[in-house]
């Protein structure tokens, strides 16, 4: 058959989509009606879940620190996890990602995927690997865990390490990798991509290590967020994003505006990602500080909704808003978020002519 015949899936996805179908079927039921949703304007959206934000590093870029809020505001408790398993699954949502912090250090990580419920979702968890042993990776498999996402900075340790500020992290990070294919957990590699680094030899040669362990790589383009705020030399632009497309032709690398599944939806912002922080604020994207809403206050699906309602995010947009767009970056990123308390509330960030009007 055709890739046409197929809705436009590879082999490879097809090959996934069948092994999830026996596996976890309401995952597979729930994915089959994804087309439908979109068509109906609705999300379909991987749930960025920052549970926690406990962490053993401290690392440079991380953004982390803003969005922490003082002792004692309210946060995520296990059965807050179970009545937004419950929503989410009811709004036809089927994916997660644990985040944090670093979820390997949650002491009741094993309750929070309990709680999430493996069988309606295709599971995946971030890590920066430091914890992640033979035993460790077995027993994350046996949990319901399908899917490791394995933070990466680059194949020299000494910078990887640096960039961490953790003295043997790379050397963790690569054991990591080893663990999991052992384990038969999926895994794929996250790494950071700036300006600087896009065309350079050391990213090729981070490519052909992935492909050697037969593992993708994911990559996010560097933000001026985190220890980069304000810093525009970091930024890719439009030609370095087309450079990637060619690195996609030959290597298995792909980012947000990777099409997928036969799916090519530009920044997938509330349409196929949100953020929820471990306060109950539900953000577009990990990047971009604004709350749509609070999970505490209003149902899940209304704040979804509201998102796909703002242009940005409802519409399709050919570009990485936080990375590469300098008109969202210069009108909304620096003017109404950068310096202020974050999440900051979307009605001091978008206004009436930011909606969709139908
Ligand atoms: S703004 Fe960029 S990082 Fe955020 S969802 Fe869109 S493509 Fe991804």
New binding site residues.
């Given amino acids: 058959m055709t890739e046409e015949k197929n809705g436009g899936l590879t082999p490879e996805e097809q090959a996934a989509r069948g092994g999830l179908k026996n596996y976890k079927p309401r995952v597979y039921e729930k994915i089959q009606k994804f087309d439908e949703k979109l068509k109906k304007g609705e999300s379909i959206a991987i749930i960025q879940f920052q549970y926690d934000y406990t962490c053993n590093f401290h690392c440079h870029h991380c953004c982390i620190t803003r969005l922490r809020r003082p002792a004692g505001t309210r946060c995520f408790t296990i059965p807050d996890v179970k009545e937004f398993s419950r929503q989410a699954d009811e709004m036809g949502l089927a994916h997660w990602v644990i985040t944090g912090g670093e979820p390997l250090c949650f002491r009741d990580f094993d309750k929070l995927v309990e709680a999430i419920d493996p069988s309606k979702y295709y599971l995946t968890s971030d890590t920066n690997g430091w914890f992640l042993d033979d035993a460790k990776a077995k027993h994350l498999k046996s949990i319901g865990l399908d899917k490791i996402q394995l933070s990466l900075d680059s194949l020299n340790a000494k910078e990887h390490d640096e960039f961490r500020r953790a003295p043997g992290s790379h050397a963790r990070a690569v054991r990591a990798i080893d663990a999991a294919l052992n384990a038969g957990l999926k895994i794929i590699l996250a790494t950071v991509v700036t300006k600087q680094r896009v065309r350079s030899d050391e990213f090729i040669e981070f490519l052909e290590f992935a492909k050697g362990k037969g593992i993708g790589t994911f990559v996010?383009?560097a933000?001026p967020v985190g220890d980069w705020e304000g810093r525009t030399d970091i930024l890719v632009d439009r030609s370095d994003m087309d450079y990637m497309r060619q690195l996609e032709k030959k290597y298995n690398v792909f980012?947000?505006?990777t099409p997928a599944y036969g799916l090519d939806l530009?920044?997938?912002?509330?349409k196929?990602?949100f953020s929820v922080t471990k306060y109950g604020d539900i953000m577009?994207?990990?990047?971009?500080h604004t709350s749509l809403g609070n999970f505490f206050k209003e149902p899940l699906k209304d704040i979804v909704s509201r998102g796909m309602n703002i242009k940005f995010f409802g519409n399709h947009?050919d570009?990485?808003?936080?990375?590469?767009?300098r008109h969202?970056l210069g009108e909304y990123e620096a003017k109404r978020i950068t310096g202020k308390p974050v999440p900051v509330p979307y009605k001091e960030v978008f206004g009436p002519e930011d909606m969709i009007t139908k």
């Fill in positions: 996010t383009y933000k980012t947000h505006l530009g920044c997938i912002a509330v196929r990602m577009p994207c990990p990047y971009i947009v570009t990485c808003l936080i990375a590469e767009d969202f």
